[in-house]
């Protein structure tokens, strides 16, 4: 069975998985009332395709800008969203802006573990904190029961890259330290809002997204962003409380912690 979410905000959705994921949730996943399509320079050139998407659903569409990386954006934009919301609240946040860069245990700077746990950590916690007061609202006004991304959630993009389990076999591979150390504690501040939310029935949830020819994902990896979505996609429309605090893959499958 699916259920589909009525409100939702993406961040990062100007490139890659997150506009897939708005051009797909406006081409498949219908009727939707309102997507916020968040992004860090609306005007710029990297925002060119959503803003191009935006123009043509300009009902449902609201870009939006954010820093993910910066709390008083976030908190603006949070003003925002909610001068724009009924009192329906808002159902499904999606915290996917996350940034990556290459660096060892030996040479990772200060720097690039403070930057990397800025927008990969501090944003998705601040994005939660900010936009609370909406999900609590959407979880009151469905009247529906138990746990779903029609009724309240939260759904963060993380990567088997946080697993410490699989990491002794697929370091060499891929070192990205700080963005290895900042998906695990992405992954331990999703367990935490799992539990402390459960009792409002907000979902709290983790999808990876498999290893997609993203800018991120680089040429070389093994799926395609729309292939990704559409599993993502699928699996959002079928979560219920079963999946809160959960790590899966873009297939349904649990990745090791
Ligand atoms: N691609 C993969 O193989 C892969 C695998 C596992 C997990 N993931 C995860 O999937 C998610 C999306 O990745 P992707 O492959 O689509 O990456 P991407 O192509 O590099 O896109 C990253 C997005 O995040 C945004 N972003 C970065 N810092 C931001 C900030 N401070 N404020 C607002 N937006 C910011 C970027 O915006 P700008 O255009 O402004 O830079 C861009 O929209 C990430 O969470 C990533 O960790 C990806």
Not at 69 to 77: L, V
Not at 187 to 214: D, F
């Amino acid at each position: 069975m699916t259920s589909k979410p009525m409100s939702v905000l993406i961040t990062g959705a100007n490139r890659g998985l997150g506009l897939e994921m708005v051009r797909q949730m406006l081409e498949t996943q219908g009727p939707l009332s309102l997507l916020f399509a968040c992004c860090r320079d609306p005007e710029g050139p990297k925002a060119e395709a959503l803003q191009a998407l935006a123009k043509t659903h300009k009902n449902t569409i609201k870009v939006i800008h954010m820093d993910t990386a910066d709390r008083s954006s976030i908190k603006r934009s949070a003003q925002q969203v909610g001068s724009l919301l009924g009192e329906k609240g808002l159902n499904l946040i999606i915290n996917n802006a996350a940034i990556l860069t290459h660096s060892t245990v030996a040479n990772s700077t200060p720097e690039d573990m403070a930057s990397a746990f800025n927008t990969n950590v501090i944003g998705p916690m601040s994005v939660i904190q900010e936009f609370l007061p909406f999900l609590r609202a959407a979880a009151k006004d469905s009247g529906m029961p138990g746990m779903s991304c029609r009724k309240a959630a939260v759904v963060s993009i993380s990567s088997t890259l946080g697993s410490i389990q699989v990491t002794p076999q697929r370091y060499d591979g891929f070192m990205a330290v700080p963005y290895r150390v900042s998906k695990a504690a992405l992954n331990m501040l999703n367990a935490c809002a799992a539990a402390e939310l459960q009792k409002e029935e907000i979902l709290c949830t983790l999808l990876h997204p498999g290893w997609v020819r993203t800018d991120m994902g680089g040429a070389n990896a093994s799926i395609d962003a729309q292939e990704s979505v559409q599993g993502m996609l699928q699996l959002i429309n079928s979560m219920t409380e079963k999946h809160n605090g959960a790590l899966l893959d873009y297939k349904g499958q649990s990745i090791p912690w």
